[in-house]
């Protein structure tokens, strides 16, 4: 049944008494912010070096600015901290040249050994940075992040006691030599090793240091050997070096067309050493102790309520900030977002109930505005997990789902079913045409989950579809279950969790199939391909392949551009085969802003600045009263 704008309205206003009540004793006495949006989920931190999710996204490029911004209407790589850079004509040294006036939010001039320390953290195994290979085209970076070390490499050793006078989470005293062998349980010459390891091992590692020969073993159990915390390739021989204050120097392995663009990512945005050293994680980020140098300053965070963020009078472009407070709403629920918005409570929601999208469409104001958007919206398989490690299951499963059902009948605001994990649209951008898996096929899909064993669904067991808590994600779930046992007749349970836990979860294997999404950090196909090479951070699904991985290192390496292209057109054939992931639809933006919004706009990443965003406030007064809400 269609259900018209009036006629939601006595619900919405109904419900949004209560909001508006709750929301009211939370803001007591508090000014209201110049702008306020709801930002989804309760952000799990704000350290850029370990964010992955789109709300944290949105509040460290509020809080801290890289190398490089994105053009917030065409997403191309503008000036940041660095003024300009250039490029070397082999394509493979970038050399960035630092405002004078960068600061970070306490005063303190921002140099580029502030980069060469913040990559360096970034960089390291005890950050457990998730997104740790986007740096890995750097010479040198992977074996730093890996540990991988061998005889003729140069190598770090970090011990466990601190240089005296150090601050309280400073790393430990730093020594720098050659390896010269490995020596102990299986080591061999020429191996290539891993030294990171923070539990122990019997190997002892022999290091020139200074002219003179060292041993270094976990827990010193040697006779001769020394104790160590850290034995890594030597971050000095990596490609990042700051050649004065304000220059920074970048080399690569390979050309990066995308490089420029990779330093507006939020992972490679800096942060300040005397903070995270004084405080720890995650102490450091505390609005009472974090030290920032983006547009905006964390004033205080509510723990389910909201982020309020100030603007930053030591950032170098205060003058272009149009906005002083701005407050970001950890509210999950698409109906209370919904209500918030229709009762003038915010400013600008990014996600709406499915049910009322064919009428906000209609709406005179024209403020839902859905557009194209480089995301895909897939399951993962755990491919670790009987009988999800069975390639023909993996396979039944993705043909027994009606997509255009899904669409049609839940999402309902002009997503398009897909076969792909790279979206179709990036073809609007670059020569890429996305491989598809097999079609839906009711048929086809009964006949593989019989020669799998399961003929009629009969001894499958009972696996689970594992989602973050949303109206939208559980109606998809419901419908594809229901799909399933029609088709195949299988029981598949749901399980939902709020979003730290869920992300617990994926992470950890603790799921059989979970609700997935990925939005492009820049547009190029290996931002979505490269995840699930063998070993990926990011790659949740216990799958890897060597042909797939040595496609895409292939492309990562090629010059030419359409045969880069075509490894890894490839590579995602082998993808869509062998189906560890299951791509359901091409995402839409659902932002919808009010008219009196300024400096919004469209883009294919759905990346909004909040340093570019404004609020024209007669506008908005004339707005609101029009709608009886002044």
């Given at each position: 049944?269609?259900?018209a704008?009036?006629?939601?309205?006595?619900y919405?206003?109904t419900?949004?008494?209560?909001?508006?009540?709750i929301?009211?004793?939370?803001?007591g006495t508090?000014p209201?912010?110049?702008?306020?949006?709801?930002?989804g989920?309760e952000i799990?931190t704000?350290?850029?070096?370990?964010?992955?999710?789109?709300?944290?996204?949105r509040i460290v490029r509020?809080?801290?600015?890289?190398?490089?911004?994105?053009?917030p209407?065409d997403?191309a790589p503008q000036?940041?901290?660095?003024?300009?850079w250039?490029?070397?004509a082999?394509?493979?040294?970038?050399?960035f040249h630092l405002?004078?006036?960068?600061?970070?939010s306490d005063?303190?001039p921002?140099?580029?050994?502030?980069?060469?320390?913040?990559?360096?953290r970034f960089?390291?195994p005890?950050?457990?940075?998730?997104y740790?290979?986007e740096?890995?085209y750097?010479?040198?970076?992977k074996?730093?992040?890996?540990?991988?070390?061998?005889?003729?490499?140069?190598?770090q050793i970090?011990l466990?006691?601190?240089?005296q006078?150090?601050r309280p989470f400073?790393?430990?005293?730093l020594?720098?030599?050659?390896?010269?062998?490995?020596?102990?349980?299986?080591a061999?010459e020429?191996?290539?090793d891993?030294?990171?390891?923070?539990?122990?091992s019997d190997?002892?590692?022999v290091?020139k240091v200074d002219?003179?020969?060292r041993?270094f073993?976990?827990?010193?159990r040697?006779p001769?050997?020394?104790?160590y915390?850290?034995?890594l390739?030597?971050f000095?021989s990596?490609g990042?070096q700051a050649?004065?204050r304000h220059t920074?120097?970048i080399?690569?392995?390979?050309?990066?067309?995308?490089?420029?663009?990779?330093?507006?990512?939020y992972?490679?945005?800096p942060v300040n050493?005397?903070?995270?050293?004084t405080y720890?994680y995650?102490?450091?980020t505390?609005?009472?102790?974090?030290?920032?140098?983006g547009?905006?300053?964390?004033?205080?965070?509510?723990?389910?309520?909201?982020?309020r963020l100030?603007k930053?009078?030591?950032?170098?472009?205060r003058?272009n900030?149009r906005?002083?407070?701005?407050?970001?709403?950890a509210?999950?629920?698409?109906?209370t977002?919904?209500?918030?918005?229709?009762?003038?409570?915010v400013d600008w929601?990014?996600a709406?109930?499915p049910?009322?999208?064919?009428?906000?469409l209609?709406?005179?104001?024209?403020?839902?505005r859905?557009?194209?958007y480089?995301?895909t919206y897939?399951?993962t398989?755990?491919?670790?997990?009987p009988p999800?490690?069975d390639v023909?299951v993996?396979?039944?499963l993705?043909m027994a789902?009606?997509k255009?059902?899904i669409?049609?009948?839940v999402?309902?605001?002009?997503?398009k079913?897909t076969?792909s994990?790279v979206?179709?649209?990036i073809g609007k951008?670059l020569d890429y045409?996305?491989?598809q898996?097999?079609p839906?096929?009711v048929?086809k899909?009964r006949?593989l989950l019989?020669?799998?064993?399961?003929?009629?669904g009969r001894?499958?067991?009972?696996i689970e579809i594992l989602y973050n808590?949303s109206?939208?994600?559980?109606?998809i779930a419901e419908l594809?279950q229901?799909?399933?046992k029609?088709a195949?007749g299988i029981?598949?349970?749901?399980?939902?969790?709020e979003w730290?836990a869920?992300l617990?979860?994926?992470r950890?294997?603790?799921?059989y199939?979970?609700?997935a999404?990925?939005t492009?950090?820049?547009?190029?196909p290996?931002?979505?391909?490269e995840?699930?090479t063998?070993g990926?951070?990011?790659?949740?699904?216990g799958?890897?392949?060597p042909?797939?991985?040595?496609?895409?290192?292939l492309?990562r390496?090629?010059?030419?551009?359409q045969?880069r292209?075509r490894?890894?057109?490839?590579?995602e054939?082998?993808?869509?085969?062998q189906?560890?992931v299951?791509?359901?639809?091409s995402?839409?933006?659902?932002?919808?802003?009010?008219p009196?919004v300024k400096?919004?706009?469209?883009?294919?990443?759905?990346?909004h600045p909040?340093?570019n965003?404004?609020?024209?406030?007669p506008e908005k007064d004339?707005?609101l009263k029009?709608?009886g809400?002044?």
């Amino acid at each position: 049944m269609r259900i018209a704008v009036r006629s939601i309205i006595p619900y919405l206003m109904t419900v949004a008494c209560l909001a508006a009540l709750i929301w009211a004793v939370s803001f007591g006495t508090l000014p209201p912010a110049d702008f306020t949006f709801s930002n989804g989920s309760e952000i799990k931190t704000v350290d850029p070096a370990i964010v992955t999710g789109q709300p944290e996204g949105r509040i460290v490029r509020a809080l801290f600015e890289g190398l490089c911004v994105w053009d917030p209407q065409d997403l191309a790589p503008q000036p940041g901290v660095a003024h300009d850079w250039e490029l070397t004509a082999d394509k493979l040294t970038y050399t960035f040249h630092l405002r004078e006036d960068a600061a970070w939010s306490d005063g303190t001039p921002l140099v580029a050994e502030d980069f060469v320390w913040s990559f360096r953290r970034f960089l390291h195994p005890q950050t457990g940075a998730e997104y740790a290979y986007e740096m890995w085209y750097v010479v040198g970076a992977k074996q730093y992040t890996t540990g991988e070390v061998k005889a003729g490499d140069p190598v770090q050793i970090e011990l466990n006691r601190k240089p005296q006078g150090a601050r309280p989470f400073a790393s430990g005293i730093l020594l720098r030599g050659e390896l010269m062998a490995i020596e102990g349980a299986e080591a061999t010459e020429g191996e290539v090793d891993s030294g990171k390891q923070p539990g122990g091992s019997d190997k002892v590692y022999v290091v020139k240091v200074d002219g003179r020969k060292r041993r270094f073993q976990k827990g010193g159990r040697d006779p001769g050997s020394e104790d160590y915390r850290w034995l890594l390739y030597d971050f000095g021989s990596v490609g990042i070096q700051a050649t004065d204050r304000h220059t920074l120097r970048i080399r690569l392995r390979h050309p990066v067309p995308y490089f420029p663009n990779l330093m507006g990512f939020y992972p490679m945005f800096p942060v300040n050493r005397r903070c995270v050293e004084t405080y720890g994680y995650p102490a450091w980020t505390k609005p009472e102790n974090i030290v920032t140098n983006g547009p905006f300053l964390l004033k205080f965070r509510r723990i389910r309520d909201r982020i309020r963020l100030v603007k930053n009078p030591h950032y170098w472009d205060r003058d272009n900030v149009r906005t002083n407070v701005i407050d970001a709403l950890a509210v999950e629920s698409y109906a209370t977002n919904l209500n918030l918005y229709m009762t003038g409570q915010v400013d600008w929601i990014s996600a709406v109930p499915p049910e009322v999208i064919p009428d906000l469409l209609a709406r005179p104001q024209g403020d839902f505005r859905p557009a194209p958007y480089l995301s895909t919206y897939y399951y993962t398989c755990n491919t670790e997990r009987p009988p999800l490690d069975d390639v023909r299951v993996r396979r039944a499963l993705a043909m027994a789902i009606d997509k255009r059902e899904i669409v049609e009948r839940v999402t309902r605001a002009g997503q398009k079913p897909t076969g792909s994990l790279v979206p179709p649209d990036i073809g609007k951008n670059l020569d890429y045409k996305p491989p598809q898996c097999e079609p839906y096929n009711v048929e086809k899909a009964r006949a593989l989950l019989a020669e799998a064993g399961y003929p009629g669904g009969r001894g499958f067991p009972r696996i689970e579809i594992l989602y973050n808590t949303s109206e939208a994600h559980q109606a998809i779930a419901e419908l594809i279950q229901s799909q399933w046992k029609r088709a195949l007749g299988i029981d598949v349970g749901l399980r939902n969790q709020e979003w730290t836990a869920y992300l617990i979860s994926r992470r950890t294997g603790d799921y059989y199939l979970a609700r997935a999404g990925w939005t492009a950090d820049y547009v190029d196909p290996n931002t979505f391909l490269e995840m699930f090479t063998t070993g990926n951070p990011n790659n949740h699904t216990g799958w890897g392949n060597p042909e797939y991985d040595r496609l895409v290192e292939l492309a990562r390496n090629e010059i030419n551009a359409q045969e880069r292209m075509r490894h890894f057109q490839r590579a995602e054939r082998i993808l869509m085969d062998q189906l560890p992931v299951i791509p359901l639809y091409s995402y839409v933006t659902q932002d919808m802003v009010r008219p009196y919004v300024k400096g919004f706009y469209p883009n294919i990443l759905d990346t909004h600045p909040l340093k570019n965003v404004w609020v024209d406030r007669p506008e908005k007064d004339r707005v609101l009263k029009a709608e009886g809400l002044r």
